[in-house]
């Protein structure tokens, strides 16, 4: 079965700085898509960034960017120069199986101090 | 464009009663998955549906149905509700076409349903 760790249930970070998140996903797919999503205590569940499998190039979207490497499985967040509207839960996730089912990682609560 | 709308925000229920939640997608999507989020388990998918029909299941009973109709909107039924039952359910919708970047879900508000 597909699964997807994180291994950080808690992160904090200095306002202005960088913090890492951490993901590993088991996969027998050749064809998938990882994402982080974030839950600010809203429940909102928001898109961060998004990593296609096939694209060897690591995705960013402004402060977000992504450690992509395939072989090891793993997949982990950077957000530079940390905002107080970051801190929220952050969530890995694999979309599996032909779409329409997302595998979630148990989540990384990120808070920031000021 | 309207996001993802699911209705009510909050329910209170009692332990065997049934409840239904909606959720409108966004216009033009045409998968709509459902998920349950508890402080134990997690985020766990429940189901998806794709041109009203269910494409993909999880592990949950039987006691959890759903359904989507022909303008895409869909409910989600829970019977018999149990304790454990009480959890934030989120809606996403999706394109839905394989796996390419028109299958990048979008999330409700979800609803926070309370079995007492």
């Known amino acids: 079965a597909q699964t997807v760790t994180q291994s950080q249930p808690e992160m904090s970070v200095q306002e202005a700085e960088t913090v890492t998140l951490s993901c590993t996903y088991d996969?027998?797919?050749?064809?998938?898509?990882l994402f982080w999503y974030k839950q600010p205590p809203s429940r909102q569940m928001i898109l961060v960034i998004r990593?296609?499998?096939?694209?060897?190039q690591n995705a960013t979207e402004n402060r977000f960017s992504v450690n992509f490497q395939k072989a090891a499985k793993s997949f982990s967040l950077k957000i530079s120069d940390s905002q107080l509207g970051d801190a929220a839960m952050y969530f890995c996730?694999?979309?599996?199986?032909?779409?329409?089912?997302?595998?979630f990682g148990q989540g990384t609560e990120l808070s920031v101090k000021p | 464009k309207a996001g993802v709308t699911q209705t009510p925000r909050y329910l209170i229920k009692t332990r065997g009663q049934q409840v239904t939640l909606s959720c409108s997608p966004i216009?033009?999507?045409?998968?709509v998955s459902w998920y349950q989020q508890t402080p134990g388990q997690g985020l766990q998918f429940l189901f998806e549906y794709f041109s009203e029909t269910q494409r993909n299941k999880g592990n949950f009973p039987g006691r959890f149905s759903g359904r989507q109709f022909s303008n895409s909107r869909s409910e989600m039924n829970v019977s018999t509700l149990e304790l454990g039952d009480s959890a934030l359910y989120l809606c996403?919708?999706?394109?839905?076409?394989?796996?390419?970047?028109?299958?990048?879900?979008?999330f409700g508000a979800g609803t926070r349903l309370s079995v007492l």
């Open positions: 996403a919708s999706s394109l839905g076409q394989g796996i390419t970047a028109k299958n990048i879900q979008y």
């Open positions: 996969t027998s797919e050749s064809d998938y898509y």
């Open positions: 990593q296609e499998a096939y694209k060897q």
């Open positions: 996730a694999e979309l599996y199986n032909q779409g329409g089912k997302l595998i």
């Open positions: 216009s033009g999507h045409r998968s």
